[in-house]
């Protein structure tokens, strides 16, 4: 299996956005669309996603996963050039991902966020950290409110500041919000220092139209 790259950017619309006329703001989103469209690779497991943000400090979050970094990087100058004076960087994610050949389908939100780990933890037995984390997966497949959450677990060691960036695509916020629940009682838990900020994305741009 090989190894896809993963680029989760968040863009914050600036006041200039909002004072174009709903027309030019969907000739642009149309646009944004097709370039997001063109990303898409034939490479089984590659993604191009686009989302409106339901959190207060970003507007469009977009989801890039691709083995080409090369790819990565010129879908996201087209889209800097098109939203240029529109819009500005607000938070960006970079990781690795081992290519499952996932299939992955269509869900309406997404949810991704990095998170870094005590020292300590690196320094626990192997087989003790492979045992509690096989503790946590299993609750989070078993929980009875995973329903078609897909799941990714990429890595960012040396190339981005924290260690993992976890990535999901799911149906329903409540579910995901009980299933994250249940899981703060994994021992896991004792190791994470941080898993800020959390972005989550809805798969609908007409909140940027109104």
């Not at 529109?86 to 050949?101: D, H, P, R």
């Not at 870094?116 to 096989?134: C, G, N, Q, V």
């Amino acid at each position: 299996m090989g190894f896809l790259v993963s680029n989760v950017l968040a863009y914050r619309l600036d006041p200039s956005w909002w004072k174009l006329g709903k027309e030019e703001r969907k000739e642009i989103l149309d646009v944004l669309r097709r370039i997001i469209d063109a990303a898409r690779g034939g490479q089984t497991g590659s993604k191009a996603a686009l989302y409106s943000s339901l959190r207060y400090d970003c507007s469009i979050i977009i989801w890039l996963l691709m083995d080409n970094p090369q790819r990565i990087a010129a879908t996201r100058a087209s889209i800097e050039r098109l939203i240029c004076g529109y819009a500005s960087i607000k938070y960006g994610f970079l990781s690795v991902y081992e290519n499952k050949n996932k299939d992955s389908g269509n869900r309406k939100y997404f949810v991704a966020y990095p998170i870094s780990k005590d020292p300590e933890w690196y320094l626990l037995d192997r087989s003790k950290r492979s045992d509690i984390m096989a503790e946590h997966i299993s609750m989070a497949t078993s929980n009875k409110n995973n329903k078609g959450i897909n799941s990714y677990t990429t890595l960012s060691f040396g190339i981005d500041d924290n260690e993992f960036v976890v990535l999901y695509e799911l149906d329903s916020l409540h579910e995901w919000v009980k299933v994250t629940q249940d899981l703060r009682e994994a021992s896991a838990r004792k190791w994470i220092t941080n898993e800020r900020p959390i972005l989550v994305g809805i798969d609908d741009l007409g909140p940027l139209l109104a």
